[in-house]
């Protein structure tokens, strides 16, 4: 089946610290990995995506690499602001011809708090 | 361009009675889907709609949610009668799903939080 592991939260750094958030994934066949990302108050944003193996999606400073053989997509930023403050959310769909396929399988989320 | 619509943003009703949610998705988009989010876990499909079709339905508990999208624009999401349980929010989303090598990217409403007393 397909499902998706994310490490547990609460993550509480100081401004400009590093962030590393893992991401593990079980899925039948080689889906598409997202990270999304949720506001106080607002609703899911798509962060980055990947679509294959080895890809690196980045945005906003944020990167995630998807690793075939550690079945991974670990988000990463080098140094977070009080404004990163949210839930980030690990999520994999299928993928057939180059297309995401319907559903989203969601990790549980990692609440991320920034201290100025 | 305007995101996905939802309302209401909160309803508390208590168990048995009935509530409705509606999704008004972003113009042109064929796929919407509803999800569950209940507290301190990931979003859960309910159903995926393609057009006025059901896709995927086959994690909705169809005993008491039912849903439609009669014109294959905007949708509703019914439970009856509702159980503790059932508090959570609700998200619909919605994506272009023109066909292979697509960006079939989904975009999330603001969600209905329902609490159950």
């Known amino acids: 089946g397909n499902s998706v592991t994310q490490m547990e939260g609460p993550v509480t750094l100081s401004e400009e610290a590093f962030l590393t958030i893992n991401c593990t994934y079980t899925?039948?066949?080689?889906?598409?990995l997202f990270w999304y990302v949720q506001y106080p108050g607002e609703g899911l944003q798509l962060l980055l995506k990947?679509?294959?193996?080895?890809d690196k999606g980045s945005n906003k400073g944020f990167e995630a690499t998807y690793r075939k053989e550690t079945t991974s997509f670990h988000l990463e930023k080098g140094s977070v602001q009080v404004s990163d403050s949210a839930v980030y959310f690990c999520?994999?769909?299928?993928?057939?011809?180059?297309?995401?396929?319907?559903?989203?399988?969601f990790g549980r989320g990692t609440q991320l708090t920034v201290w100025p | 361009e305007a995101g996905v619509a939802q309302s209401p943003r909160y309803k508390i009703i208590e168990k048995r009675q009935s509530v409705a949610f509606w999704c008004n998705p972003i113009?042109?988009?064929?796929?919407l889907y509803w999800y569950q989010q209940i507290l301190g876990q990931g979003p859960k499909l309910l159903i995926q709609?393609?057009?006025?079709?059901?896709?995927?339905d086959s994690q909705l508990p169809k005993d008491r949610f039912s849903a439609e999208r009669l014109k294959g624009v905007d949708s509703t999401l019914k439970i009856q009668p509702a159980k503790l349980e059932d508090s959570a929010v609700y998200l619909c989303?919605?994506?272009?799903?023109?066909?292979?090598?697509?960006?079939?990217?989904?975009?999330f409403g603001p969600g209905t939080r329902l609490t159950v007393l």
């Open positions: 989303a919605s994506s272009l799903a023109r066909g292979r090598g697509a960006n079939n990217e989904q975009f």
């Open positions: 899925a039948t066949g080689y889906p598409s």
């Open positions: 990947a679509t294959k193996a080895d």
């Open positions: 999520a994999l769909s299928r993928t057939l011809g180059g297309s995401t396929l319907g559903r989203l399988y």
């Open positions: 113009s042109g988009h064929a796929t």
């Open positions: 709609f393609q057009n006025n079709g059901v896709v995927d």
